[in-house]
């Protein structure tokens, strides 16, 4: 069946430094691949997706290249700030259930 | 645009009550899905429904839960009686299904459930 793994965390960075953590999966067909943001206390929030092989996503400076070829999509950061501590979840479109599967979730700290 | 809307935000009550959490999905999206959070288990699908019909409930983890979307601007998390290991943060996502596509998934700021 479809899952994803996503590194262990927490990973733990000071400000300004880069920042990947990785994910790959496993589907069957062509799934969209998400990354969500979880900030202290709130809701998951959509950070950035690509819905197909070689598409990048991107927002506030995070990026993801949607590799078919390893079956990843790992998220990264040239330059992480504190406001960036949360927890991330990586996730893929499930189009036969039409739901998302998520990730166990990495948790970003970052120090000044 | 008002966002999906929980209530209540945080719920304390006695093991063996009822209690009933509520969602208010984006206007327009037609799915609606049910988690749960917690330390131990992590995000955990627990219902989802399509055009207010639910598709799959097998993440409900047993018979004192039940869900229902009465139409398409309101759904209810019930559990009764409540236990103690239903503590954790529940949250409610909803969803524009379009044909052969899953789109992005808009999640409620959770209800933080304490049960003692």
Sequence with gaps: ?????????PVTLSEEAFLTINCTYT???????????????????????????DDKGSNKGFEATYRKETTSFHLEKGSVQVSDSAVYFCALSDRQADKLIFGTGTRLQVFP | DAGVIQSPRHEVTEMGQEVTLRCKPISGHNSLFWYRQTMMRGLELLIYFNNNVPIDDSGMPEDRFSAKMPNASFSTLKIQPSEPRDSAV?????????????DTQYFGPGTRLTVL
């Design chain 1, 1 to 9: 069946g479809n899952s994803v793994t996503q590194m262990e965390g």
């Design chain 2, 90 to 102: 529940y949250f409610c996502a909803s969803s524009s299904r379009t044909s052969g596509s899953t």
């Design chain 1, 27 to 53: 589907a069957t067909g062509y799934p969209s691949l998400f990354w969500y943001v979880q900030y202290p206390g709130e809701g998951l929030q959509l950070l950035l997706k690509a819905t197909k092989a």
